[in-house]
């Protein structure tokens, strides 16, 4: 299971980290990335990383404000996310793909954490 943490309420410009701690599940075997999902849009696929960190995907509508990491010991990915915008309010999920790949095809996902950026 992917249970994913952190959302809140911010202020645009500011910063938020999530994080998604995994169970039952060898993390080390998968590519791991976030979507989201805001009322009334498709899903977007804001990032990947591949099981050892080595390759990164970005959305452009992210692309220098957020940054993914993993750590397989701990059985954690996070999202740090920078510069907050209106348009970054969604439900946040992390998810597992077995393969690197863009668009991603998820095998894993969990429940979502809400990030609401408002002033």
């Known amino acids: 299971q992917l249970q994913a943490s952190g959302g809140g309420l911010v202020q645009p410009g500011g910063s938020l980290r999530l994080s998604c701690a995994a169970s039952?599940?060898?993390?080390?075997?998968?590519?791991i990335g976030w979507f989201r999902q805001a009322p009334g849009k498709e899903r977007e696929d804001v990032a990947l990383?591949?099981?050892?960190?080595?390759?990164?995907y970005y959305a452009d509508s992210v692309k220098g404000r957020f940054s993914i990491s993993r750590d397989n010991v701990k059985k954690t990915l996070y999202l740090q996310m920078n510069s907050l915008k209106s348009e970054d309010t969604a439900v946040y999920y992390c998810?597992?793909?077995?393969?690197?790949?863009?668009?991603?095809?998820?095998?894993?996902w969990g429940q979502g954490t809400l990030v609401t950026v408002s002033s």
């Open positions: 998810a597992a793909l077995r393969d690197f790949a863009v668009p991603p095809n998820y095998a894993y």
């Open positions: 039952g599940l060898t993390l080390d075997y998968y590519a």
């Open positions: 990383i591949s099981w050892n960190g080595g390759r990164t």
